[in-house]
């Protein structure tokens, strides 16, 4: 009776001890179990790494300004008279800058978790991934132009991001070119020329 228990107890540990198998289920059921070819990989794969970087970028933001006053208490480092000075510089009502700020990151956190959608689409290949790859960079790109304004846009986004967003597009924009040839004449080579 307890030999036959010990293999129950032994199956039962290994399996809860490690989370390896619920983050495999996990990627099982986002990306599915099928993999794309390697020239359809290397792109998502990039767009994975850039999303992430993006992603990253604007909740630490998010949250750096949303606990200013934490920062405060803590670093003695007034975030909300550095951030009023800066928008002030940048031609903006200084009792609205905050806010725009603020309503900027939460925007742009939406906005990459849909194109996440998108890269997910992209790994299985669904045509529809367009929508939510491209419609999310259209709207980031015009809140970050139209809503924080031209001034923001050419003076506080780093060379990196603005490097990373074009490197993003164009990325895709291969990748789709990929896609479509495949799905003209799935035995074609993307290097073979007609």
């Known amino acids: 009776m307890e030999e036959e228990k010990a293999p129950l107890l032994k199956d039962q540990e290994t399996a809860f001890s490690s989370p390896l198998p619920a983050l495999n289920k996990l990627r099982s059921f986002i990306f599915g179990d099928e993999k794309p070819e ?14 992430f970087i993006f992603l990253m970028w604007h909740i630490l933001s998010y949250y750096a300004i949303s606990y200013r006053d934490v920062i405060l208490e803590e670093k003695k480092v007034n ?57 999310p960079l ?44 495949q799905e003209e004449n799935p035995d074609s080579n993307f290097f073979e020329t007609d």
């Open 79 to 135: 975030v909300e008279i550095l951030i009023l000075n800066r928008g002030n510089e940048l031609g903006f009502d200084p009792s609205v800058f905050l806010g725009h700020l603020i309503r900027f990151h939460a925007i742009s956190i939406l906005c990459w978790a849909v194109v996440f959608i998108g890269i997910v689409l992209m790994w299985r290949k669904k045509k529809n991934f367009l929508y939510f790859l491209f419609g």
């Open 138 to 181: 259209v709207i980031y790109l015009g809140t970050l132009l139209f809503y924080m304004g031209m001034d923001y846009y050419l003076d506080d986004t780093t060379f990196f991001d603005k490097l990373l967003f074009f490197l993003l597009v164009l990325n895709s924009i291969f990748y789709l070119i990929i896609f479509r040839r």
């Open 38 to 51: 390697m020239m359809l990989r290397i792109p998502i794969y990039i767009n994975i790494l850039i999303w």
